[in-house]
């Protein structure tokens, strides 16, 4: 075996077993990927669209509703197995996005929560670029270090900046945080134009502290209050072209 082979199945065992562990913040999460597909999908263009890094599926159970032919690519077997079983009519790979390649273009590339857990961001962005249809569209959604819950853990002393990993970031695998300046930076890097930036969830505490407390409808309010600032979102997003 080669050296980047097993660099590939190092990292397929890793996303495996992060996918074992589940997720404490369960309804936290929901709620954000139920959010984030309300955003995305009002840039979406008709036609096939390649989803990025599924995970459990919950972006995938709305994307099926668009009636529109979906392809997924995710590294972790189990989520890919309980895809398939949900949705047995649709087209799921195994496989890291580094070692995929696609049979036809696709007009919307869906890459939520994908860039900052990838060894090489740029790469991957070049990688969507080659593989969208004329007119085609990137549709990309990050955590954002400038979160009103982490520029306050950094005043408290719980990180020593914004963009340092903490428990939650590396318990999910993680390899950065980007801030608005860095999320540009690799679209741009990667020769995309960048045709729409912005953000959403205002969100002054953790995970956690949210799970224990918030109700549903302080977290839609927070969700929505976050796009009229985003550079202090605690997600922020970014639609390109080729």
């Not at 398939?84 to 649709?90: E, K, M, Q, S």
């Not at 963009?163 to 970031?169: F, G, M, P």
Request: net charge negative.
């Amino acid at each position: 075996m080669s050296t980047q082979q097993s660099a590939h199945e190092t990292e397929l065992r890793t996303l495996n077993n992060i996918a074992l562990a589940g997720r404490p913040d369960a309804n936290a999460n929901r709620a954000l990927v139920e959010y984030t597909f309300s955003v995305v999908r009002r840039y979406f263009k008709p036609g096939s669209i390649l989803e990025l890094g599924p995970a459990e599926g919950i972006m995938t159970d709305l994307l099926v509703t668009l009636n529109q032919p979906l392809t997924l690519v995710e590294g972790s077997e189990a989520f890919c197995n309980q895809i398939r079983a949900r949705h047995p009519g649709l087209t799921v790979v195994h496989s890291l996005f580094e070692g995929f390649t696609p049979e036809s273009k696709f007009d919307n590339i869906v890459m939520g929560h994908v860039l900052e857990h990838v060894e090489n961001p740029v790469d991957i962005l070049k990688k969507a670029r080659s593989w969208l249809a004329p007119g085609g569209r990137i549709l990309a959604a990050v955590p954002n270090s400038r979160s009103l819950h982490r520029q306050a853990a950094v005043l408290m002393g719980l990180l020593p900046f914004e963009e340092a990993l903490n428990e939650s970031d590396t318990r999910q695998g993680h390899r950065r945080v980007y801030n608005p300046e860095t999320f540009r930076r690799d679209f741009n890097e990667a020769g995309l134009e960048i045709e729409v930036f912005g953000g959403y969830w205002i969100k002054p505490v953790s995970n956690a502290q949210i799970e224990a407390s918030w109700s549903e409808a302080m977290l839609s309010s927070f969700m929505k209050l976050g796009e009229r600032y985003p550079d202090i979102g605690a997600e922020i997003y970014i639609i390109a072209k080729a």
